[in-house]
């Protein structure tokens, strides 16, 4: 028990946000540990001094690549040549979907529950290509046998591609990916996972599931640096995947075009790199990734995120007055839920002024936990005694919201 005292210690002495504050929103981003803002300092001076074009920043840089490439991999129980270095999920679902050689006619199949990240590609290449877009509804208490049939029911003769999260980021219902594939492949239709709340929150096996396109974050449950990500390309995918932008990275080396249009791409996942990358980033990220892998542990990790989730559902569920919109077994560390009455914003301001990091959604318009594994069950005790206390009040009374966006 001590020993595991000791490690939440050692945990939250390495990630500032998680002192003095309950910090309830790593599905927004993660609390960075000071290795990676050393790592950050560390390479930046370094910059500074020697100069950002001198030959001796290639090596460290280089280095990090490696390093942070071999961390995805593990991490996806992959081989390292299927993972492509991006810079946040968004950009490994464009890669994905806007890759394959779409013809008019042909389909996407969504659902109700992704994000931007997922849906704006997917209307650019609907536009661009006469392609369809057919939506899936999901409800929130749905099963995952009633999921799949959804999604099988959507498929057509001309559905080409799935754009689909393995975690919804909304309601937090971890999906069944292998289920999904398989179901999706019987039909000869591709599968991308927008991974942005999955990478790093639950235990990962890709080639097991058999997806096709898995779109990777730094900045959320893998608590890195953000401009950040990696693409997972299925390895007998490379060839349906066109490379949409390519540039100096995406060759076999720097070198190995011509003047006559001719161009040798990188024989792997590395054909969908592009051009100069933020060096000092992959310098901290590479440091942070060993600290989570070698210090904390992933299995550590993802037991601690699925017990202490439990626990906080646990909790508030003894609220009352408490709406859920994420499912009781979820899987996974989010969880959605409002108080009846209250205006979701105004809640997350005043949280926020009594220390405790949460967010609002607008659709459902709800508030949103995400659980960490340099929480504590304190932390949740301190969320409950916010949240009555905010029960205790008029509505009226909370403080207004005004969103950064719309200012
Ligand atoms: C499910 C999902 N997809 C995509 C994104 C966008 O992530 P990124 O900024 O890494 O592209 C987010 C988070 O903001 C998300 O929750």
Redesign the pocket.
């Known amino acids: 028990m001590n020993e595991l005292n000791d490690k939440i210690e050692m945990i939250r002495d390495a990630m500032p946000a998680t002192r003095n504050q309950v910090y309830l929103n790593t599905?927004?981003a993660g609390p960075l540990a000071t290795v990676t803002t050393d790592a950050i300092a560390k390479a930046t001076a370094n910059a500074a001094a020697i100069g950002r074009g001198n030959f001796q920043i290639y090596t460290p840089w280089l280095e990090s690549t490696a390093t942070v490439r071999g961390h995805y991999a593990k991490l996806t129980n992959s081989p390292v040549s299927s993972i492509a270095l991006t810079h946040?999920?968004?950009?490994g679902m464009n890669i994905a979907i806007h890759g394959l050689k779409w013809q008019a006619g042909d389909e996407i199949v969504t659902t109700n529950w992704e994000?931007q990240?997922?849906y704006i590609p997917a209307y650019v290449v609907g536009r661009r290509h006469q392609v369809g877009i057919r939506m899936v509804e999901f409800d929130y208490w749905d099963e995952m046998a009633t999921i799949l049939a959804k999604l099988e029911a959507a498929i057509t003769s001309r559905t080409r591609l799935l754009v689909i999260?393995h975690v919804t980021?909304n309601t937090g219902l971890r999906l069944d990916l292998k289920g999904i594939c398989d179901m999706a492949h019987k039909h000869g239709v591709l599968v991308v996972a927008?991974a942005?709340?999955s990478a790093g929150m639950i235990p990962l096996d890709l080639p097991a599931s058999g997806v096709d396109f898995y779109a990777m974050?730094a900045?959320?449950w893998l608590c890195g640096p953000e401009g950040i990500?990696a693409l997972y390309v299925r390895q007998d995918r490379l060839s349906l995947l066109e490379m949409t932008f390519a540039g100096f990275l995406s060759l076999e080396n720097p070198m190995a075009y011509d003047l006559t249009g001719h161009y040798l791409p990188a024989p792997d996942a590395r054909r969908y790199e592009l051009g100069t990358v933020n060096k000092i980033m992959y310098q901290a990220m590479a440091a942070n990734l060993d600290w989570l892998a070698n210090e904390v542990g992933w299995d550590y990790i993802y037991q601690r995120i699925a017990r202490l989730t439990g626990y906080a559902y646990e909790r508030l569920s003894t609220l009352e007055n408490v709406t859920f919109y994420t499912q009781k077994n979820a899987g996974s560390g989010l969880i959605t839920f409002g108080l009846d009455g209250y205006d979701p914003p105004r809640v997350m301001v005043k949280l926020n002024e009594e220390g405790v990091v949460l967010r609002y959604l607008g659709l459902p318009h709800a508030l949103r936990i995400a659980v960490g594994f340099y929480n504590t069950e304190a932390d949740i005790d301190r969320l409950i005694t916010e949240l009555q206390k905010v029960q205790a009040m008029e509505p009226d009374a909370l403080p207004v919201y005004v969103s950064p966006f719309e200012k």
């Not at 946040?88 to 950009?91: K, N």
Request: aromatic share 6%.
């Open positions: 599905g927004t946040h999920t968004t950009d994000h990240g997922g999260s980021w927008d942005a709340q974050p900045q959320k990500g």
